[in-house]
């Protein structure tokens, strides 16, 4: 969903464009698409079948975060569909001849900037937070509610850089001495 579903399209050209390898030297392509699929598929039903969730948005997003190594397969396989379909138009538009090439990373060099250009404009506005101050309003409060030259216990990187930072950078309460539990 972050890339529009191109990169599926891709992978699904690059898996058939694995399978369709018609050069005798080229045949070791047909065996390695053929273990990267059966490791993807492997991995995507047995986590599946291991992890007994339903499809609910929170246990998705659970999910999601362990997509990562399925995620590696489908890449490889965008990665040959890419390949594969900026070779056959190159090769639709310009044949066999020395420009070819040329061309290729430029059509490449187009598409990848498009890409990422588009996804930048959709995505930017949910991940925008320069206007968040959650971590800092709570830095601030835990800051105020200790007494003048307290010695502050904190846990965990949340506690530590909120109130570090608002001391270090804002100048606020440096009277707190500030101990992360790691820290002991």
């Known amino acids: 969903e ?7 399209v891709l992978a699904v050209l690059g898996v058939i464009g694995s ?10 392509r047909h065996y390695a698409a053929l ?13 599946h079948y291991l992890s007994n969730l339903n499809f609910e948005p929170l246990f998705l997003g659970v999910q999601k975060r362990f997509w990562m190594q399925a995620n590696i397969y489908m890449w490889l396989f965008a990665g040959a569909g890419f390949s594969a379909s900026m ?9 066999k001849s020395p420009a070819a090439g040329r061309w290729r990373w430029i059509f490449s060099l187009l598409f990848v900037s498009i890409l990422g250009q588009s996804m930048f404009m959709v995505h930017f506005p949910k991940v925008n ?5 959650v971590v800092e309003s709570y830095g601030k409060k835990m800051l105020e509610s200790m007494p003048k ?20 950078c804002e100048n606020m309460r440096t009277d ?3 101990l992360g539990l790691q820290q002991m």
């Open 129 to 133: 937070h320069r206007h968040n101050r």
């Open 149 to 168: 030259n307290a010695i502050m216990l904190v846990n965990g990187d949340l506690n530590n850089n909120a109130v570090k930072y608002l001391q270090q």
């Open 176 to 178: 707190v001495a500030i």
């Open 2 to 8: 972050e890339c529009f579903h191109i990169p599926i």
């Open 19 to 28: 399978f369709l390898v018609q050069k005798r030297r080229h045949v070791w």
């Open 87 to 95: 070779s056959y138009v190159t090769n639709l538009s310009f044949g």
């Open 35 to 47: 273990c990267l699929l059966a490791g993807y598929l492997s991995y995507v039903l047995v986590f």
